[in-house]
């Protein structure tokens, strides 16, 4: 029976792990091949890397990291984090990530992402949305970790990404970002339902519950989160976790 992949998503700063509420108030917690070797043992589906600060500081996710977590991971990974050109994607695969993520390149220059799909193959190309509240109501479109916005509807741009030959949409909601209260569904399935490739929601898990509710309205690719595989308990103390396989079996 068919099960959609269960994604913890793992922030980098400064080649060490953090985690964020509402894309602010960065917190240290740990190193990340370290966490790679605990996923392991948990036989997690699937891990992704994004380098916060990359974009902005205009520099591409470290190669040598990336390097270390091919050569730790069991499982596929993505990463993403200032990816601008053909060749920066080349670098990363060679690395050995079976997966590049895009957000800001994809707004600034869409037709990247035509190009990018048609020189390594759709699979190989996931871009990520990431969506706020508008000041008037609605979403909009944000990049360089929530401080650009775009005017273009995150549904119009969903489906120009897979009309450019993106092989998924990641979505991530900022205000739900590490708040543990449940997922930004409404929203993320509305922009799901307007395009037919993979879609990854992100931004808000706080327990497994949260994504079993998601799935009954709507069944995604995968379901990622942050908070959600790194803390623990009420006073959310650092703690690499990942469910088990017979809860996963019966939630799906």
Known sequence: ????????????????LVKSTKFKNYKYIGDPINAVRI??????????FLDIEA?????????????????????????????????????????????V???????????????????????TISVCLDIGKAFFGGTKL??????????????DFAKQMEGFGAGEIIIQSIEF????????????????????????ILGGAGNISDISKVHKEFIFNGYAAGSLFVYQGVHRGVLVNYPDKEILKALF
């Open 177 to 200: 970002d590490g708040m543990m209260n449940g997922y930004n569904y409404s929203d993320s399935i509305s922009i799901a339902k307007s395009v037919s490739i993979p879609v990854t």
């Open 39 to 48: 996923f392991n043992e948990l036989y997690a589906d699937e891990i992704v």
């Open 142 to 155: 944000f990049s360089h970790c929530g401080t650009k916005k775009y005017g273009i509807s995150p549904l």
């Open 101 to 123: 993520i895009i957000c800001s390149e994809a707004l600034q220059r869409p037709e990247f992402i035509e190009e990018a799909s048609k020189a390594f193959g759709s699979s």
């Open 55 to 99: 974009t902005k500081k205009g520099k591409l996710i470290d190669l040598q990291l990336v390097r270390e977590i091919g050569e730790e991971a069991n499982m596929p990974f993505g990463v993403g984090g200032g990816v601008k050109t053909l060749d920066d994607i080349q670098q990363l695969i060679q690395a050995g990530a079976e997966k």
């Open 1 to 16: 029976m068919y099960r959609p992949r269960i994604i913890p998503v793992l922030l980098l700063k400064d080649n060490g």
